[in-house]
């Protein structure tokens, strides 16, 4: 069996256009450069799981016709992450069910804190249904596929990729351990950050994620979470080596779910 990974976002977490900027990236008109908070929906048969509740949620699923989903699976608290919770709800309604949410203890806990009304004792109508397990190193298992953990670094916070199948998540990272790596090996398709061209506190630059992306020797490979200062679409797509690209919103790809 397959899956099919749609790319709900792209860019970084002030999204491209970025607000009251004018550089020629901004102004594009090519909708490849415009590019909403990065999350990525994974289906297989009738099953469907998003990573990541962007600020940008809820046009995501009304961009992407989205009628039906299991579950929400977290890399970690930043707010351009886990901001649109609140609007799994409407799913809640649709389906007359609960939504689960897989995350890390320190992701659970931000949104325990952040969506407190979700999880309080006594709930308010209409508030979100949520399931919520902590998950820590081990794989799981969410809607007929099975999620590996990937432990990488953003700065000095731990934020987990996936390997789905054949198919690795990675997103806010700047550091993997070379334990972390052999989750990676043997994957057909790898999504890794590429923030910008210019050296980051805490997001590999475009450089440092080719040279990863070859180091592991991935058939295909493609880019998010990334800012207007990486330049435009088409220009930077025409530089990057044979088998990587930059991924874009709407970008659907397929995968083997083995």
Not at 10 to 17: A, E, L, R
Not at 114 to 130: M, R, S
């Given at each position: 069996m397959s899956i099919t990974i749609e790319f709900l976002g792209?860019?970084?977490?002030?999204?491209?256009?970025m607000i009251a900027c004018n550089c020629h990236v901004c102004l594009s008109q090519n909708n490849k450069d415009k590019r909403l908070r990065s999350s990525v929906l994974i289906r297989t048969g009738s099953s469907a799981v998003v990573i990541d509740t962007t600020p940008d949620f809820r046009y995501q699923m009304l961009r992407a016709n989205v009628h039906h989903l299991d579950a929400a699976v977290f890399t970690h608290e930043h707010k351009d992450h886990i901001a649109g919770l609140d609007d799994i709800k409407a799913f809640n309604f649709l389906l007359q069910k609960p939504i689960h949410l897989f995350a890390s203890n320190e992701t659970a806990a931000a949104l325990k804190r952040?969506?407190?009304?979700?999880?309080?004792?006594?709930?308010?109508?209409?508030?979100?249904?949520?399931n919520l397990q902590v998950i820590g190193d081990k794989p799981f298992e969410v809607a007929q596929m099975?999620?590996?953990?990937i432990q990488v670094k953003h700065l000095h916070m731990p934020v987990l990729?996936?390997?789905v199948g054949n198919f690795t998540y990675i997103t806010d990272a700047n550091f993997i351990a070379e334990e972390e790596k052999k989750k990676i090996l043997g994957s057909e398709v790898l999504v890794l950050n590429a923030l910008r061209m210019e050296k980051h506190i805490s997001h590999f630059t475009l450089q440092e994620a080719i040279d990863l992306a070859t180091e592991l020797n991935i058939p295909k490979t493609y880019f998010t979470h990334i800012s207007h200062q990486l330049g435009l679409h088409v220009e930077v797509e025409k530089s990057l080596p044979k088998g990587m690209h930059l991924a874009y919103d709407g970008l659907v790809i397929e995968v083997k779910n083995t």
């Open positions: 792209t860019g970084t977490s002030s999204g491209v256009p952040d969506f407190y009304y979700a999880f309080a004792d006594n709930k308010y109508p209409g508030v979100p249904e949520l099975q999620f590996t953990p990729g996936y390997r």
